[in-house]
């Protein structure tokens, strides 16, 4: 397997099987992602054919301990999505979503049944989730959202649509988030095939092409009560959701910037020019391996900090958008970076740079842009808001 | 059925190898250890015949801790126990030692119908610890088994000899070695992981198994010196443009007399 970057023996803040299960998705990633990925990327179709084979890793839900969930810790999760994100942003994605956006809310203000019916069968990929906040006209602000959640009788009745979902058509559940009339936002568990629920892929998207992206219609989708998450109540029921998302991304983003990093430390090993060096001897090209270097570098302590914070019961969402921010924004640059040093080498499919170049401007803009976590940190830092939400 | 599979833990087989101050040994100073691939195969036959109908697996390596994480990871794809034998660790590279000291431990816990090991550990190539530890246990044995088929106390198994297929029929008990495309092995899962971190392994010293220390290092070989391999050569290359009959004669002298391939 790929020798991991590690400057300052990092490895030595990690237990034996974090290690261990770091290796093993590394592995997995190795074997069975990198040789297909460009071709699937390329394709723009996501690997169905690997779901059942990461449900049999257990990657899925893979750090609560529920229902027999494996039960690893927070950095041994983090360490899961690294790898998974060394293979391919969209990959990654999808483990995120499953996990932290479908099975975490599920089993935090889901009802019994729900946990019942849906958390074994999420587990073992049986079932695939899909997340609904965010709509065509409401990003940055879930809580300006139009998605309506009226009583009919006993039930419910939703309408409105969700857009940029991963997942979206290849979910059998969606967690689909709306105002009630009292504009109080409570979640519901809708599954695919109810009347009045459809889903439109997104199509041409330059980025995350292994990953399905799609749109949610909800036209008076009729649910009973049983449908709705009990313990939800308000936004910040989903916000608590992206919390655990985004945390997955901090530490995703670092395996892309590893990726990317080692391809161009490779590349500029061999590549000669001007005088039968290689373009690794020359000071500008080491400036730049430097830099990356020394951003992963800091990007590993902040996530491994915020696995114990997490395993601690201590983290909070300021402390996630720092290292979500931070690891996006890192793995974003050195993207850029490793793609100068290959020269015209970055552009085509032969190595994974551009690829992972075009995925990373989406994951530096979802689940929070990289603005809008500076304004979170901001408004911790200042005491003032600078995104609150005006009338809509 | 009752199997036991001897893992040998060995350096990743992406390790750069350096050589030890020695002479003799490697530099074991940052090398990642892995279960030995072949001992892979072994393994994976033994949890699937578990699961295809009943049995129990345990998985038996010989040396210092760091073999500790190789059982480990046998757990965690699978095995019910595992044993690790500590001492005499000079033994380095000496295959009759190994033997000797693993089919003492098979003897002393006693009760398995199968003994699974890789044809051959990737660490020294030897292809020499599966039928010394079957000798000394007087057990029956087959190398390089590629399938393996069992009933009435017996197995009948496949293997591959030069143009052809061997298949040779055995009675159990009987020492087993695992040849590449036996199967695919699984990865381990994380709730594997978890659970193997749990588990008890059980521990035994080379003098808990009635060996002695000095008398096993001194026994069977022992590894003088190691060397790198040396350095590739530079490429030829013949410029064909000019005369390109002259380069292929040229190419064809070379092959003959310097290659010696025609």
Same mark, same amino acid.
């Given at each position: 397997?790929?020798?991991?970057?590690?400057?300052?023996?990092?490895?030595?803040?990690?237990?034996?099987?974090?290690?261990?299960?770091?290796?093993?998705?590394?592995?997995?990633?190795?074997?069975?992602?990198?040789?297909?990925?460009?071709?699937?990327?390329?394709?723009?179709?996501?690997?169905?054919?690997?779901?059942?084979?990461?449900?049999?890793?257990? !990657?899925?839900?893979?750090?609560?301990? *529920?229902? /027999? &969930?494996?039960?690893?810790? +927070? #950095?041994?999760?983090? $360490? @899961? !999505?690294?790898?998974?994100?060394?293979? *391919?942003? /969209? &990959?990654?994605?999808?483990? +995120? #979503?499953?996990?932290? $956006? @479908?099975?975490?809310?599920?089993?935090?203000?889901?009802?019994?049944?729900?946990?019942?019916?849906?958390?074994?069968?999420?587990?073992?990929?049986?079932?695939?989730?899909?997340?609904?906040?965010?709509?065509?006209?409401?990003?940055?602000?879930?809580?300006?959202?139009?998605?309506?959640?009226?009583?009919?009788?006993?039930?419910?009745?939703?309408?409105?649509?969700?857009?940029?979902?991963?997942?979206?058509?290849?979910?059998?559940?969606?967690?689909?988030?709306?105002?009630?009339?009292?504009?109080?936002?409570?979640?519901?568990?809708?599954?695919?095939?109810?009347?009045?629920?459809?889903?439109?892929?997104?199509?041409?998207?330059?980025?995350?092409?292994?990953?399905?992206?799609?749109?949610?219609?909800?036209?008076?989708?009729?649910?009973?009560?049983?449908?709705?998450?009990?313990?939800?109540?308000?936004?910040?029921?989903?916000?608590?959701?992206?919390?655990?998302?985004?945390?997955?991304?901090?530490?995703?983003?670092?395996?892309?910037?590893?990726?990317?990093?080692?391809?161009?430390?490779?590349?500029?090993?061999?590549?000669?020019?001007?005088?039968?060096?290689?373009?690794?001897?020359?000071?500008?090209?080491?400036?730049?391996?430097?830099?990356?270097?020394?951003?992963?570098?800091?990007?590993?302590?902040?996530?491994?900090?915020?696995?114990?914070?997490?395993?601690?019961?201590?983290?909070?969402?300021?402390?996630?958008?720092?290292?979500?921010?931070?690891?996006?924004?890192?793995?974003?640059?050195?993207?850029?970076?490793?793609?100068?040093?290959?020269?015209?080498?970055?552009?085509?499919?032969?190595?994974?740079?551009?690829?992972?170049?075009?995925?990373?401007?989406?994951?530096?803009?979802?689940?929070?842009?990289?603005?809008?976590?500076?304004?979170?940190?901001?408004?911790?830092?200042?005491?003032?808001?600078?995104?609150?939400?005006?009338?809509? | 059925?009752?199997?036991?599979?001897?893992?040998?833990?060995?350096?990743?087989?992406?390790?750069?190898?350096?050589?030890?101050?020695?002479?003799?040994?490697?530099?074991?100073?940052?090398?990642?250890?892995?279960?030995?691939?072949?001992?892979?195969?072994?393994?994976?036959?033994?949890?699937?015949?578990?699961?295809?109908?009943?049995?129990?697996?345990?998985?038996?390596?010989?040396?210092?801790?760091?073999?500790?994480?190789?059982?480990?990871?046998?757990?965690?794809?699978?095995?019910?126990?595992?044993?690790?034998?500590?001492?005499?660790?000079?033994?380095?590279?000496?295959?009759?030692?190994?033997?000797?000291?693993?089919?003492?431990?098979?003897?002393?816990?006693?009760?398995?119908?199968?003994?699974?090991?890789?044809?051959?550990?990737?660490?020294?190539?030897?292809?020499?610890?599966?039928?010394?530890?079957?000798?000394?246990?007087?057990?029956?044995?087959?190398?390089?088994?590629?399938?393996?088929?069992?009933?009435?106390?017996?197995?009948?198994?496949?293997?591959?000899?030069?143009?052809?297929?061997?298949?040779?029929?055995?009675?159990?008990?009987?020492?087993?070695?695992?040849?590449?495309?036996?199967?695919?092995?699984?990865?381990?899962?994380?709730?594997?992981?978890?659970?193997?971190?749990?588990?008890?392994?059980?521990?035994?010293?080379?003098?808990?198994?009635?060996?002695?220390?000095?008398?096993?290092?001194?026994?069977?070989?022992?590894?003088?010196?190691?060397?790198?391999?040396?350095?590739?050569?530079?490429?030829?290359?013949?410029?064909?443009?000019?005369?390109?009959?002259?380069?292929?004669?040229?190419?064809?002298?070379?092959?003959?007399?310097?290659?010696?391939?025609?």
């Amino acid at each position: 397997m790929t020798e991991h970057l590690d400057l300052l023996r990092l490895d030595e803040l990690l237990s034996e099987d974090e290690k261990t299960v770091r290796d093993m998705v590394g592995r997995w990633v190795d074997e069975r992602v990198l040789p297909g990925i460009e071709q699937w990327a390329y394709e723009g179709r996501f690997p169905r054919e690997l779901i059942p084979e990461m449900a049999e890793l257990g !990657l899925f839900g893979a750090s609560y301990s *529920d229902y /027999g &969930l494996p039960g690893v810790s +927070s #950095v041994a999760y983090g $360490l @899961v !999505l690294q790898e998974l994100e060394r293979g *391919d942003s /969209g &990959l990654r994605s999808f483990v +995120s #979503v499953q996990s932290a $956006l @479908v099975m975490y809310p599920i089993l935090r203000f889901g009802s019994s049944e729900q946990k019942d019916r849906w958390i074994p069968a999420l587990a073992e990929g049986r079932a695939i989730g899909c997340f609904g906040l965010t709509e065509p006209d409401f990003g940055s602000n879930p809580a300006g959202m139009r998605t309506r959640a009226r009583r009919r009788g006993e039930g419910w009745v939703l309408s409105g649509e969700k857009a940029w979902i991963t997942n979206g058509n290849l979910a059998d559940l969606a967690v689909v988030w709306a105002k009630d009339d009292e504009g109080e936002v409570r979640g519901f568990l809708v599954e695919r095939g109810t009347p009045g629920f459809s889903v439109v892929e997104h199509k041409g998207k330059y980025s995350l092409r292994a990953s399905v992206t799609s749109q949610l219609v909800l036209e008076d989708v009729e649910l009973p009560d049983a449908a709705r998450l009990p313990a939800a109540h308000g936004l910040k029921a989903p916000l608590a959701c992206l919390t655990q998302a985004r945390y997955g991304i901090a530490w995703g983003t670092l395996g892309a910037a590893m990726a990317v990093f080692r391809t161009a430390l490779d590349y500029a090993r061999i590549r000669v020019q001007f005088g039968g060096k290689p373009i690794a001897a020359h000071q500008m090209v080491q400036e730049k391996l430097v830099w990356m270097a020394n951003e992963i570098t800091k990007a590993q302590l902040v996530v491994w900090r915020l696995g114990r914070l997490k395993d601690e019961g201590t983290l909070t969402h300021v402390q996630v958008s720092l290292g979500k921010r931070n690891s996006c924004w890192m793995a974003r640059e050195c993207a850029r970076l490793a793609r100068e040093i290959l020269g015209a080498n970055g552009i085509v499919n032969e190595y994974p740079v551009m690829r992972h170049l075009m995925n990373l401007e989406s994951v530096f803009t979802y689940e929070g842009t990289h603005d809008i976590h500076t304004l979170v940190l901001g408004k911790h830092l200042t005491g003032f808001g600078a995104f609150e939400p005006g009338p809509e | 059925m009752r199997s036991c599979v001897l893992l040998a833990c060995v350096p990743d087989t992406a390790s750069v190898i350096k050589l030890g101050a020695a002479g003799n040994r490697i530099d074991e100073a940052g090398i990642k250890w892995v279960i030995s691939p072949y001992d892979e195969f072994a393994l994976e036959e033994a949890v699937r015949i578990k699961e295809a109908g009943s049995g129990h697996v345990t998985v038996i390596s010989y040396g210092p801790d760091r073999v500790q994480a190789t059982l480990r990871d046998g757990l965690a794809r699978g095995a019910d126990a595992a044993v690790q034998v500590t001492g005499g660790e000079t033994t380095f590279g000496n295959a009759l030692a190994i033997a000797r000291v693993l089919a003492a431990a098979i003897r002393k816990l006693g009760g398995f119908d199968l003994v699974w090991a890789g044809v051959k550990g990737v660490g020294s190539d030897n292809s020499l610890v599966g039928a010394m530890v079957a000798e000394l246990c007087d057990l029956p044995h087959v190398s390089g088994v590629l399938k393996a088929e069992f009933g009435g106390g017996k197995v009948v198994a496949h293997r591959e000899v030069d143009g052809g297929m061997e298949v040779i029929e055995a009675p159990l008990p009987c020492v087993l070695t695992a040849q590449k495309g036996l199967n695919e092995p699984r990865y381990p899962s994380l709730k594997g992981i978890m659970a193997s971190k749990k588990a008890a392994i059980q521990t035994m010293s080379v003098a808990d198994l009635g060996l002695d220390e000095a008398a096993l290092a001194g026994a069977g070989c022992r590894w003088r010196s190691l060397a790198l391999p040396p350095a590739k050569g530079g490429g030829m290359i013949l410029n064909g443009e000019t005369d390109p009959a002259a380069a292929a004669r040229e190419l064809a002298r070379l092959l003959r007399e310097q290659a010696k391939v025609i």
